[in-house]
């Protein structure tokens, strides 16, 4: 049974780079569109490609998933998506269960993946590098003008995945959640359980299994006093914490 999910490891890289490969020529057409300034072409080919090769990723690996409060996101204006980090999974998962793909706010060495991080730049992916105070500061800044413009963000505020106990869940970072204040958007908290248990909680080798991803009712920060954006983080954590508790239990 071991060397089923080694092959299907071995199929998921192999899909993961060779879906980049078989539409390369449509990663040009959208940098081409992007230098130019056509943000619509560029916005199609997001909407349609991305969610695309995450579904294959998904189903290649034998991820079942489940969403649900896709009610939850606002119908309008840009929202600051905040979501748990167990898994490398993770990515993929909210590139495909949210209303569209979204920029995320991704580490650093992300950025020298060949293909992928081409993809990553059209997305609109803004990189922090996690031990740069400056460097960090100045993502931040990157990541609340993306906001400015019009664009929804996703942000995991633990900074890096949480590798604590199963149903746990890391510090959130203030930071992240200063670009909502700054902008005076929605945050929307947004739990994902049962990654990790099928990759990094398996030695890094994919096996099959279930996801659940519950999306939160909106934060508003619009006119929120100082306590409130100084409690925020840990109210986030804890309404997260809290779908969690319940989605860990009906986990097959």
């Not at 119908?75 to 979501?83: I, K, L, Q, R, Y």
């Not at 409690?231 to 954590?237: N, S």
């Not at 914490?241 to 986990?251: S, Y």
């Amino acid at each position: 049974m071991q060397i089923l999910y080694i092959l299907r490891t071995i199929a998921m890289y192999v899909y993961m780079f060779g879906y980049m490969l078989l539409f390369y020529g449509t990663l040009r057409r959208g940098e081409k569109a992007k230098a130019a300034g056509d943000l619509e072409t560029v916005r199609q080919i997001v909407n349609d490609q991305i969610p695309r090769w995450c579904r294959g990723l998904l189903k290649v690996s034998g991820v079942r998933m489940t969403v649900e409060g896709t009610q939850n996101i606002p119908a309008s204006g840009p929202v600051v998506f905040v979501g748990n980090h167990r898994s490398y999974f993770d990515i993929p998962i909210m590139l495909v269960a949210l209303d569209h793909p979204h920029g995320i706010l991704a580490k650093e060495e992300l950025a020298h993946i060949p293909l992928l991080s081409r993809w990553m730049n059209l997305l609109g992916c803004v990189y922090v590098k996690r031990d740069d105070i400056r460097g960090s500061l100045q993502a931040l800044k990157d990541a609340a003008q993306v906001v400015k413009a019009g664009e929804s963000f996703t942000i995991f505020p633990e900074g890096t995945r949480y590798k604590g106990e199963e149903g746990g869940v890391g510090e959130f970072k203030a930071g992240a959640f200063r670009i909502a204040i700054k902008t005076g958007v929605p945050v929307v908290p947004v739990a994902i359980s049962g990654a990790r248990a099928l990759f990094e909680g398996r030695g890094n080798i994919v096996h099959p299994g279930n996801i659940r991803v519950t999306i939160l009712p909106a934060i508003q920060t619009a006119g929120m006093k100082k306590d409130e954006q100084t409690q925020l983080p840990e109210a986030v954590r804890q309404n997260i914490l809290a779908a969690l508790t319940r989605l860990d239990q009906t986990i097959l």
